[in-house]
């Protein structure tokens, strides 16, 4: 892979189709981690029981850092526009939460058309490609040895998920 700035980007939603209340990004140079962020606000409506039972007991460590989505939307989209630049954007199974969440920042104008990510890197199409159980970043990760993220909280934690699924990523591309 010619690009060496990779940015891991997780979120956790409402219900698969609610609005998103965590947005974790996680930046790589040359498979190195250099940075990573949270933004969390309160959940908009009443909490999915399903986020209830299986999400918010695994970001118990994650803090409100904004007091609305549109704050926190303001300031990802802000660090995004800053730290994007010659970066390619990863996630897993991204189709529905992260692409959202750039859905609505272009059209509340928070970015550009053309700053969303254009062909972002889909983890879950190369699990495929390698054979591998496309929908489970955490199977891969148990199967082939790899280190576990040292972070309180699993699966549906954005920093464990953007972190796991750089893991596994970068792992693909050592074969």
């Known amino acids: 892979m010619t690009n060496t700035r ?11 189709w609610g609005k998103p ?3 974790a990004a996680i930046v790589y140079e040359n498979g190195q981690e250099v940075e990573r962020v949270s933004f969390r606000c309160p959940i908009s409506g009443k909490t999915n029981e399903w986020v ?3 999400v918010l007991p695994e970001m118990v460590e994650i803090p409100l850092t904004h007091s609305s989505l549109e704050d926190m939307y ?5 660090w995004y ?10 996630w897993h199974m991204g189709h529905v939460v992260e692409a959202g ?27 495929m490609a390698a054979g591998e159980k496309p929908d489970s970043v ?15 909280g699993g ?4 920093l464990y998920d953007a972190e796991v699924a750089a893991s596994v990523f970068f792992h693909l591309q050592s074969k």
Request: glycine share 4%; proline share 5%.
């Open 52 to 54: 209830e039972q299986n």
């Open 155 to 158: 699966t549906h934690n954005p």
């Open 21 to 23: 209340f965590a947005i």
């Open 6 to 16: 990779i940015i891991s980007i997780d979120a956790e939603t409402n219900g698969l």
């Open 138 to 152: 955490d199977t891969y990760l148990l199967k082939h040895g790899l280190k576990k993220p040292e972070l309180t």
């Open 74 to 78: 303001q300031a990802f989209a802000a």
């Open 81 to 90: 526009m800053a730290s994007k630049k010659d970066a390619s954007i990863l």
């Open 101 to 127: 969440i750039f859905r609505d920042l272009v059209s509340l104008n928070m970015i550009g058309e053309w700053d969303a990510p254009y062909v972002p890197l889909e983890v879950s199409m190369l699990l």
